[in-house]
């Protein structure tokens, strides 16, 4: 369901009023190996830039979009491609069948670095086969401590990766791209233990690894407008914000009682954090809480509470209006 949710608030975009103005962006591509029928281009929060083609073998595919900010697109789902307004950007993308291979990048050359390096770390967690979506971890049965230390491990070479061409990529896209990739291990890490108890019906207790309630003592939260641009980092919010209030508890010798409905949820978020990323975690947890539909007539409520109280992104407000229609 997390992972469902995180698609969503792509979907409907985390798009802020800092954005510049509009500027011409040039994508390309071509395919050869492929089985599918379409290719698709996605924009992250931008889904009215979204594109398909029928597949044709090798055949070239190119089009315009005007960008006023960065954003995530990904090409057949699988390939990851970061764009800044005015960026041109050719990927050569080969496939087996179904099975991604390899993507050659060419064009401006800022792109080109930043995309090479996507791809170069998710190259690697591919070779080292480390399963991103912790269930998928979890249904083979793979131990809390084996994947916690593997968490670790791939997060350790894929920021290596990443800061030998820092000084490469504009800063913009590398703190989008470190917060992107950065959130999802650090989710994995603080969330595996307690989606092994959930499968296998077990207290938490006994899927806790070594280490556990003392991986993030120097974690510092991220504030800067790009990471904030990020739908992983939101989620993440949600995550740590439960994984420092279980750890405090469990510090103060207390018994850990999370918010067992929307409003006290909605209400320990709101004192957890402060500022943007309280505005932030908030949209994201209410976006989540009107998907659902479980309770449509809470969330709107909470809703106008947020708007009224916490909501100063103009985005923001405009996209949970239209979804409380």
Not at 181 to 194: A, D, G, H
């Amino acid at each position: 369901m997390k992972r469902i949710v995180l698609a969503f608030i792509f979907c409907i975009g985390i798009h802020f009023v800092f954005a510049g103005p509009l500027k011409k962006t040039y994508i390309s591509a071509t395919v050869s190996g492929y089985s599918g029928s379409v290719v698709d281009f996605e924009f992250m929060g931008k889904e009215d830039l979204n594109m398909q083609y029928a597949y044709v073998e090798n055949k070239q595919m190119e089009f315009e979009v005007e960008l006023d900010d960065i954003v995530l697109m990904k090409l057949n789902a699988f390939v990851w491609i970061y764009l800044q307004p005015g960026d041109k950007i050719n990927a050569a993308v080969q496939y087996d069948g179904r099975f991604f291979k390899t993507v050659e990048f060419t064009g401006t050359p800022e792109a080109v670095i930043a995309n090479r390096v996507c791809n170069d770390m998710r190259s690697v967690r591919i070779e080292n086969r480390y399963k991103l979506d912790p269930r998928a971890a979890a249904a083979v049965q793979t131990a809390p401590h084996n994947y916690y230390a593997a968490t670790q491990k791939e997060w350790k070479v894929e920021k290596e990766i990443l800061e030998a061409e820092k000084v490469q990529i504009p800063s913009q896209i590398y703190n989008y791209m470190y917060t992107e990739i950065e959130s999802q291990f650090l989710s994995n890490l603080i969330t595996y233990p307690m989606v092994c108890a959930s499968m296998a019906k077990e207290s938490i207790e006994k899927s806790m690894p070594e280490g556990f309630w003392t991986v993030l003592d120097d974690y510092k939260l991220r504030e800067d407008e790009a990471s904030l641009k990020s739908g992983a980092y939101m989620s993440f919010l949600l995550d740590y914000k439960n994984y420092v209030r279980r750890r405090d508890a469990l510090k103060m010798d207390v018994i850990y009682t999370p918010a067992n409905d929307m409003k006290s949820e909605f209400e320990d978020i709101a004192s957890f954090y402060e500022g943007s990323l309280r505005e932030g975690a908030l949209y994201f947890f209410l976006c989540n809480q009107i998907m659902s539909g479980k309770d449509f007539d809470t969330a709107q409520k909470l809703s106008k509470q947020y708007l009224k109280k916490y909501n100063q992104n103009k985005e923001y407000r405009k996209n949970l209006t239209e979804m409380m229609k």
